[in-house]
């Protein structure tokens, strides 16, 4: 079964910065892409930024310019840098991953990680 470990949340106070890491591993033949959604209390969950294999990033429109997101593929790693945070980007933060599991089947399926909690004091 894929696993996915993300570390890295924690308090911070408003203006500060935090970086989160998921690491994924186990019967990984590729991994498509990576990315972190986040969920606050009483909202949907939304995408945060995702990153391609080949390095193509996306971001929500409400971190553009803040967050910034990176990939390495040799060890099936993302990482979310997130700089000046506001009380608003407090949340649970979950990264995932679309997996392809072996040579033989061609499909990617997607796996979360545990989730981590990032709170920003004002």
């Known amino acids: 079964q894929v696993q996915l470990v993300e570390s890295g949340g924690g308090l911070v106070q408003a203006g500060g910065s935090l970086r989160l890491s998921c690491a994924a591993s186990?019967?990984?033949?590729?991994?498509?892409?990576m990315g972190w959604y986040r969920q606050a209390p009483s909202k949907q969950r939304v995408l945060v930024a995702h990153i391609t294999r080949g390095g193509n990033t996306n971001y929500a429109d409400s971190v553009k310019g803040r967050f910034t997101i990176s990939g390495d593929n040799a060890n099936n790693t993302v990482y979310l840098q997130m700089n000046s945070l506001k009380p608003e980007d407090t949340a649970v933060y979950s990264c995932?991953?679309?997996?392809?599991?072996?040579?033989?089947?061609?499909?990617?399926?997607?796996?979360w990680g545990q989730g981590t909690q990032v709170t920003v004091s004002s």
């Open positions: 186990r019967n990984i033949f590729s991994i498509d892409h």
């Open positions: 995932y991953a679309d997996v392809r599991t072996s040579y033989s089947n061609n499909v990617y399926m997607r796996y």
